[in-house]
């Protein structure tokens, strides 16, 4: 599991400038929820950058989602993202 948030973190790391990231897993939280997998992730992303601030929150969170695309598909089954002055 470190492993993978630590494949998460590179990826974001290499396509947005940034200055800290943090991932929180939140899955134990939503384990009586409908759709709940034990195969896929509820994370907390906490970004520090200047260069998303800069921009629209929303331009941002798709930015993002993009660049997590297909973990999106096969392994996160929901995320957060908190986008930090």
Do not use: C, G, P, T
């Not at 800069?54 to 973990?71: F, G, P, V």
Request: avoid cysteine.
């Amino acid at each position: 599991m470190k492993e993978y948030f630590e494949e998460i973190k590179q990826k974001i790391k290499k396509n947005i400038n940034l200055e800290n990231i943090e991932i929180i897993d939140n899955s134990h939280k939503h384990k009586k929820h409908k759709f709940f997998s034990v195969n896929k992730f509820h994370l907390e992303l906490k970004i520090k950058s200047e260069y998303l601030n800069s921009i629209s929150r929303l331009n941002a969170q798709k930015k993002i989602m993009k660049i997590l695309e297909k973990d999106l598909k096969n392994k996160i089954h929901a995320i957060e993202i908190k986008i930090e002055k």
